[in-house]
């Protein structure tokens, strides 16, 4: 029984001995597949110093904005796509897939146009009308908030 004990690894004990091979070997990321088992450890830097001034500031800025961003699009003449929930704003459905739409094309009602991911969903957000993209108004990646402009459109 002690020698099943033994040899039998948890995925636990896994995960612990990449981390260490990682941490000894200074590498970013790591992927290991076999079977059923698949563990992919990706390094984040630890400069906290850094993330707590992008994200605070954005946070009072972005509950103001929402208020002030749709009223200055709409006073020069264009309507824009909102976003319906709060996600991550990808224009493509993959990194090496060519973007759902670009600037100056025409979209059809019911076309996919971008997707949000919100808990590792990913939600495709489709064309409420027919329109001509004007403007892409979000960073591809980048979180957006609920009513949140996405993209400048002329119908």
Do not use: W
């Amino acid at each position: 029984m002690k020698k099943t004990a033994a040899t039998k690894e948890t995925a636990f004990d896994q995960v612990q001995k990449f981390y260490q091979f990682m941490n000894s070997n200074k590498l970013e990321v790591i992927e290991f597949s076999k079977d059923s088992t698949y563990i992919k450890l990706v390094r984040k830097h630890n400069n906290a110093t850094h993330q707590i001034p992008v994200f605070a500031p954005t946070a009072p800025h972005a509950k103001s904005a929402p208020a002030a961003a749709p009223q200055p699009p709409a006073a020069a003449g264009g309507e824009t796509i909102k976003a319906p929930m709060s996600g991550i704003f990808y224009r493509a459905p993959s990194p090496s897939s060519p973007p759902y739409v670009r600037e100056g094309d025409s979209v059809k009602e019911g076309q996919v146009i971008c997707v949000l991911e919100a808990m590792k969903v990913f939600n495709e957000i489709k064309a409420e009308f027919n329109c001509v993209i004007e403007k892409v108004l979000q960073e591809n990646g980048k979180p957006v908030e609920p009513n949140g402009d996405l993209f400048m459109v002329k119908k």
